[in-house]
């Protein structure tokens, strides 16, 4: 175990840390900012689906579901045009590494081995 994941273990076993992944859209080629999160007891709930947030022009962080499906967790009737383009623009990205998502969500695999894992598949620029 290294530095890093001992440090994170102790702080784990004090107290629930609310982790968020940023996946920057120039490294990850996308048309927005990506934010992932791990389960936490505090999302571990029937109604909180794995989800990642795209950083919108006027929604502020919009949840998509992660799945082979993805799709919004909110109404996007309301949205305007560049918000939608947005969302949609990602939605192709979440589908295609929707297993790492899901990985890192349950806390499978580091932060760190995620970003790995997606430049292996060409998808992130470290």
Do not use: C
Not at 1 to 26: C, G, P, R, S
Not at 54 to 69: H, L
Not at 83 to 99: A, C, M, S
């Amino acid at each position: 175990m290294n530095l890093y994941e001992e440090v994170t273990n102790n702080l784990v076993e004090q107290e629930e840390l609310f982790e968020m992944a940023n996946i920057d859209k120039d490294a990850a080629n996308l048309p927005a900012d990506l934010w992932t999160e791990a389960k936490s007891k505090y999302r571990d709930k029937p109604d909180h689906k794995p989800r990642v947030k795209v950083e919108t022009k006027n929604a502020g962080r919009f949840p998509i579901e992660i799945s082979d499906d993805p799709k919004p967790l909110l109404s996007t009737k309301n949205l305007n045009k560049e918000d939608l383009r947005l969302i949609n623009g990602v939605i192709p990205y979440i589908k295609r590494n929707t297993d790492l998502f899901l990985k890192l969500y349950n806390g499978e695999i580091t932060e760190g081995k995620f970003f790995i894992e997606l430049s292996k598949r060409n998808d992130y620029d470290i």
